[in-house]
């Protein structure tokens, strides 16, 4: 489990895929879903992605995270709530490279800075438990909310656009790419951009 002042990212099972169909029911969620990228239709396209994950959790090469929201203190019926998902995964060969998703189902909490605490408490744990050296993440180029999280406020650094990458609607759209290195999450660190979560 991970935790942040607002969060808690606990394993994410097989039995949660309902919250995935129940917030894949939102035009304006889905639109930012990462998987959106499987050009299959349902319920095809869910199975595809819940056995790949399947298959890199057993191989040890990925985490998979349900997002819940904190209890409110304000009043003692509320309760967790998932509001999201998150997790990475090892890319290529080479030791020490990790790749970053992270997906918030509940619009009505889009723009409230929970994105940025996960990527923060994700990439903080990728270096300091799991020796990382690089960090990358992607996302859909007209995702300015997700690229000002990730860039302004988690220090990751621009790389390239893949043109056309994506398929949503019928369309074709570019895919952005960005990643921090060890050094440059070290000196963040000490600006003391991470480690407040």
């Given amino acids: 489990m991970l935790e942040t002042k607002r969060l808690k990212l606990v394993a994410f099972e097989k039995d949660d895929s309902g919250l995935v169909a129940r917030w894949d029911e939102s035009p304006d969620v889905r639109k930012y879903f990462f998987a959106n990228a ?8 869910e199975k595809e992605m819940f056995d790949t994950w399947l298959e890199e959790l057993e191989k040890g090469v990925a985490c998979f995270y349900k997002v819940l929201q904190k209890k409110s203190t304000s009043g003692s019926r509320n309760k967790e709530k998932p ?3 998150a997790g ?3 890319t290529g060969d080479i030791p020490g490279r990790y790749e970053l998703w992270l997906f918030i189902g ?11 605490e996960v990527i923060k408490v994700l990439t903080e744990s990728l270096f300091e438990s799991y020796a990382a050296h690089t960090v990358m993440l992607c996302w859909h180029a007209y995702n300015l909310r997700g690229k000002r999280c990730y860039i302004d406020k988690c220090g990751f650094k621009y790389e390239a656009r893949r043109r056309e990458a994506i398929l949503w609607e019928g369309e074709f759209y570019d895919m952005e790419i960005a990643s921090i290195t060890r050094e440059e999450y070290d000196r963040l660190k000490k600006d003391g951009v991470y480690g407040d979560t």
Avoid: C, D, F, V
């Avoid at 499987?38 to 396209?45: G, I």
């Fill in 106 to 116: 509940e619009g009505n909490l889009l723009s409230k800075g929970l994105g940025t």
């Fill in 88 to 90: 990475w995964h090892q």
């Fill in 38 to 45: 499987y050009a299959l239709p349902e319920p095809e396209r």
């Fill in 83 to 85: 509001i999201g998902m």
